[in-house]
């Protein structure tokens, strides 16, 4: 006996894309591998931050719990952490050498400068393909929706040309074309949700970095003030 094809078939996800034209074909593709490079980025970038964070909040914790900052230098300062960095960063600078007459407030300034641009520098790093979430959440929708309007033109054209309006000839031509849209929709969606997200994280990362730049600063204005 012949197999039957069943409508539920007909609309599987599977068919839909072998049955739809060579551009919807490409643009459902390009959409598919968007969405698994936005995943790819959403794994990496959660875990990252989860580990960075927990590894400065602990950092940060030891830091103020050491009474030699030299001696916490010695021992933690050299750590791939930004706090460490930005450790590294003031200590440089206050270090540099200075004629008999140190202006205190030039000198405060120019740690506040370098322990920023530290900050700066991690947050570079941790945010560093997040842009691509932000495009693909903007972009996306529109090229799936540029899909099912190329998909319903050929549909409509082919209706035109077998002289047939039935629903069983329309319905799948602009299912196809619909289908489109929805993997769009279906890379956009977790795009913009994780693009939030991720950058909200990093706000508050950013917010910790700084009060731990301000306690830093701090420490040094006192060994400074005992110079």
Known sequence: MPEVTTSGDLMSPLTLFLQADLVVKIVMLGLLAASIWTWGIIFTHSARLRSVGSKSRRFIDDFARSDDLLAFYEKRGREDLPPAKILKAGLEEFRRPRGNHV?????????????????????????????????????APFVGLFGTVWGIMRSFTAIAGANNTSLAVVAPGIAEALFATAIGLFAAIPAVIAYNRLTHRIDLYEAQLGRFADRFQATLGRELERA
């Open 103 to 139: 202006d205190r407030a030039a000198l405060r300034e120019r740690i506040a400068i370098a322990t920023d641009g530290a900050i700066a520098g991690a947050l570079d790093r941790l945010s560093d393909r997040l842009n691509i979430l932000a495009t693909v959440g903007s972009v």
